[in-house]
Structures are given as C-alpha cells and as structure tokens.
C-alpha cells in the first residue's frame, strides 16, 4: 500500500501516536493542515480531531492544534465500509435572508412543525378563529379541513394561534423542494447508519444528544406532513 493508494482510496486513518514535528516540508499543506508522507504511514498535524480528505476520514482521538503532530500507521488505516454523508447543502427557510446549513434547517423545521401540531390540539373548536386572508382561505379550501401543516403551490405552510387572541393563520415555512432536500439527506443517513454495522448505535445516540430527536422521527414527521 502506498501513500497515493490510500488517498485515492476510500479508508479511515486513525492517528493516535503523538510525535515531533518534522521539520521538512509537508507534502499536502491546506487551511491548517499538514500532512508528511513517511515510510511508515502518515505524519499529520490537524486543526480539527475529524474530517474527510478526498475520500478519506482522517480521526485523531485526542487534542489537536498547538503544532501536536501524530503518525497513523499504514497497519492501522482501515476500509471505510459506509459513504460519508456531507452536511453540505444549504435550503432557505422563510424570514431567513440566507441559506441555512442542513444541520441547523433540521433542527428549525422539526421544532416549527412540532409547534404547528400542538398548536392544532389545542385548538379551541367555536373560539379559535382563521385570520381572513387569501392562504387561510386557500389552504382551507383546498384541504376541506385544518391541518397543522399544509403544502400549496409548492410551498410548505405551519399553523400558527395566537392563543391571547384566539386567532391562528398559516405561516410560510420552507419550500417543498427544499424540506425534500432534508428528507433525502436524513433518510440517506439512515440508510449508511445501517451498512455501517456496529457503529449505528452510537451514531444513533449522538444525533439524538445534539437534536433532541431521532432520525426515525424526523422522516416519520415528513412523510406525514407532505402526504
């Protein structure tokens, strides 16, 4: 196995053995990163414990930064058995000038959509009324009932009450393109969660510790509010 073989390839680099710094030239050299080709593997110094590199993975168990250096041994690189998935798509949520990262669209759409469902239970038949506008009477109309969530013209809408008032109305969300995006990069998660095996788990746990819900419910939230 050489050096151009790994880089080229598609494998894991662990870099757990602390050394010095060589003092030659790297051969890669890039936002931080400095990477020396050795007779026994690889020497990095990295600004970050994790990231891909081409299609590798590169891993440092422990602390980076402040010029530590660690070799990842040709005997030690394995075979990545799964396809990374990059959280690199942007998707424009409504109120927002800009793109907003998957990761934190996610965790907007989940939260505004949850908030449309409790707001639709406790709706307060004969009090709560519809605002008098075009989309409420559109969304209405064309659904024959309410929903706390509803899709028209391509166009994903929340409801929302304003439980002081008792008035409630339909509020833009995201495109139905753009939630689909979502959709797609959560389930393809899924999906290389499951080839990855024995790792699912802890995968698992740290979406739910970051996001407070599982993958299965998101897609569970999707699918029911886009049918």
């Known amino acids: 196995m ?48 994790s990231f891909t590199q081409g299609n590798c993975k590169f891993v440092f168990p422990y602390e980076t930064g402040g010029g530590r250096a660690y070799i990842g041994y040709f005997s030690q690189i394995e075979p990545l058995t799964y396809r990374q998935v990059r959280n690199s798509g942007s998707v424009q949520i409504a109120g927002n000038k800009n793109p907003i990262l998957y990761r934190k669209a996610i965790a907007i759409v989940y939260k505004r959509i949850k ?10 038949e004969g009090r709560t ?15 024959g009932q309410r929903k706390p969530v509803a899709v028209r013209n391509g166009t994903v809408y929340t409801l929302f009450v304003d439980f002081r008032h008792l008035r409630a109305d339909y509020r833009e969300l995201i495109s139905q393109e753009h939630i689909m995006k979502l959709y797609t990069y959560v389930s393809d998660s899924i999906a290389m969660d499951n080839v990855a095996k024995g790792i699912k788990e802890g995968r698992d746990l740290i979406w739910s510790n970051a996001f407070g819900f599982s993958k299965e419910e998101f897609i569970e939230m999707i699918e029911n509010c886009t049918k």
């Open 115 to 124: 908030d449309a469902i409790s707001c639709d239970s406790k709706w307060e």
């Open 129 to 143: 009324r519809e605002r008098p506008t075009y989309i409420n009477r559109a969304i209405l109309r064309e659904s």
């Open 2 to 49: 050489t050096h151009s073989e790994v880089l080229s390839g598609s494998y894991k680099i662990t870099f757990r053995t602390f050394v010095l710094t060589p003092t030659t030239h790297p051969d890669l050299e890039h936002n931080g990163l400095k990477l020396w080709y050795v007779t026994d593997g690889f020497i990095c110094l990295s600004p970050m414990r």
